[in-house]
């Protein structure tokens, strides 16, 4: 045992309503910083400013009239409204995503917190982020590989660990959520015992690890996280181009429930003496995605929601692709409902928002909509009818929970969600089977 290492459990913090509250049924915690973390080649203004190519045709390129007008991108626009300024470090920061520099107008990066706030974080771990750090970090390479998003996150986790806040909050879209599940390791494994035992809440909108190595860190939370939201995009499948986007499901912690035979928390002592690679190999816990006879995990939330990958982070156009020409109002209804539901959590998580939401039709309203005037997102994920005698079913998602490269570590996404209620307009499979342990909520 490791008496001064050992977190206690903090009160969980209770389930919300899919709205920002008017007034709390209980007080909020005091003293929050929110942590905005960016995906893929998305820049800390992405959706705020665009940026121009370097080349013709150059991918790198983004409109920021790609994005609904009243979300924007939704990390970086609830960091604005938070905060009040893009560049604010205080009461929220945002964190620039995998191959992109840090502003839309600039080459250059600002260094990167690496070993500023954590106390006992290994040389090697801060050897392995130095190159990302500072400089002009644009790659195409990089966007693929991901290997960025360790530095990230660990910059992530710094600079949390640095306001001395009593509740740390996470909010990441595609790798930006997966850093987020990663930064709070990091807070558990090598910071003080004040930063140890500091609850952290992780909104994460459709987090992606991408291509590469599934590090165990990746596919478990940590036992510091108190309460897990994760927002995932139906309308994906195994088409050429979303191949990569294969979503992870992170295992719950032992305060959100587990089976009697779970293993124990892990010990901070302990997991310093490991490789920052393996930091969480020894502490998977029950599997999410498999069927369970145990209650379901608490604190811990999976929603299902029409759209692709970026539809569920901001993007208005019709096909989820990246031409503001292309914007279509039937698909706002999608950014402007994960966008309320980010500032009602965040609200029940002790963020004080100065100015009110910028959606004014309610939750319930945006959710008969989307499920109403379904069908260009129908069209996104391979049509209404998604079932297919094509092998390999190429119409449905794939989602994970388990750490490793393996690639067919994977499950069918509408075999774990369970059915969706038959009055939403959700497209599955009749080749689907036993729902898994974790309940899902359609959107």
């Not at 665009?50 to 979300?71: E, F, H, M, V």
Request: charged residues 25%.
């Amino acid at each position: 045992m490791c008496d001064d290492d050992e977190v206690e459990a903090e009160p969980r913090i209770r389930r919300v309503r899919l709205e920002e509250p008017n007034v709390l049924d209980d007080p909020a915690p005091r003293g929050a910083f929110t942590v905005c973390l960016s995906g893929t080649a998305c820049t800390r203004d992405e959706g705020e400013a665009s940026r121009q190519g370097r080349w013709p045709n150059d991918r790198g390129a983004c409109d920021k009239d790609i994005y609904c007008d009243l979300t924007g991108y939704i990390p970086v626009r609830i960091h604005k409204e938070i905060s009040g300024e893009l560049d604010a470090r205080a009461p929220s920061i945002t964190v620039r995503g995998v191959g992109e520099n840090d502003w839309a107008d600039d080459r250059e990066s600002e260094p990167l917190a690496l070993n500023d706030a954590l106390d006992h974080v290994p040389d090697a771990l801060v050897e392995y982020c130095s190159s990302y750090s500072g400089g002009d970090q644009f790659s195409t390479s990089q966007q693929s590989k991901g290997q960025s998003m360790t530095a990230l996150a660990l910059h992530a986790a710094n600079i949390a660990a640095s306001e001395d806040a009593a509740v740390i909050n996470f909010i990441g879209h595609s790798r930006g959520g997966v850093e987020a599940i990663m930064a709070a390791w990091f807070l558990y494994a090598y910071g003080s015992p004040r930063v140890r035992r500091t609850p952290v809440n992780i909104f994460a909108i459709d987090p992606v690890p991408g291509s590469g190595n599934w590090y165990s860190s990746m596919t478990q939370l940590a036992p510091n996280v108190a309460h897990y939201v994760g927002v995932y995009a139906w309308d994906m499948c195994s088409r050429t181009l979303d191949t990569p986007f294969q979503a992870v499901v992170p295992r719950p912690n032992k305060g959100m429930g587990a089976g009697p035979d779970d293993v124990d928390e892990p010990c901070a002592k302990m997991l310093r003496k490991l490789a920052w690679k393996k930091l969480a190999d020894d502490s998977q816990r029950q599997d999410p995605l498999k069927p369970s006879d145990h209650n379901p995990p608490e604190n811990y939330e999976l929603f299902a929601c029409r759209g692709r990958h970026g539809t569920v982070a901001g993007n208005a156009t019709s096909n989820g692709d990246y031409d503001p020409n292309d914007v279509a109002e039937e698909v706002k209804s999608v950014p402007k409902l994960v966008y309320r539901m980010a500032r009602g959590y965040l609200s029940e998580w002790g963020v004080t928002f100065p100015e009110p939401s910028a959606v004014e039709e309610t939750a319930l309203f945006l959710r008969h909509q989307l499920n109403t005037d379904h069908r260009l997102f129908d069209t996104m994920g391979g049509g209404a009818t998604r079932t297919s005698v094509r092998t390999g079913r190429p119409w449905v998602r794939r989602v994970s929970s388990i750490s490793g490269s393996n690639p067919y570590n994977s499950y069918y996404m509408d075999n774990v969600v369970g059915d969706p209620p038959y009055t939403m307009a959700y497209p599955v499979t009749n080749e689907r089977t036993d729902a898994g342990w974790a309940k899902w909520r359609f959107l």
